[in-house]
């Protein structure tokens, strides 16, 4: 009976196929992928409540609205909108303003 390889039989490659899985300079431009945030900073909604209870009824209202929308529909959408402005403007209040830089 033949024996089985396992994992650690394998090279040192980051995947079972044999083929080496890319390095940072060969993603992005060499840039890390988590330091552009996507190209897209989020833009935090000052129109939306100061505190973090009032977000969370905010965001609790929004996810019954999007699940009661059919998937796909432009209700579903809209309350999906609202629920990513709320979560960015939840996370700018729990965030500190002054982060060290270094």
């Known amino acids: ?4 390889k396992s994992n650690r039989d394998q090279l040192k490659t980051g995947k079972r196929d044999g083929k ?3 390095n940072a300079e060969d993603v992005a431009g060499g840039q ?3 330091a552009s945030a996507h190209g897209i900073p989020a833009k935090v909604d000052a129109s939306l409540p100061a505190t973090r209870a ?3 009824a905010l965001h609790a209202d929004a996810r019954r609205r999007r699940a009661a929308a059919p ?5 579903f ?3 999906v909108d609202e629920i990513a402005r709320i979560e960015v403007r939840v996370a700018s209040i729990e965030q500190p303003q002054d982060t060290p830089r270094g």
């Open 54 to 56: 009032e977000l969370l």
């Open 71 to 75: 998937l796909g529909s432009e209700a």
């Open 1 to 4: 009976m033949a024996k089985k």
């Open 20 to 22: 080496p899985t890319a």
């Open 32 to 34: 890390h992928h988590a």
């Open 77 to 79: 959408q809209a309350a």
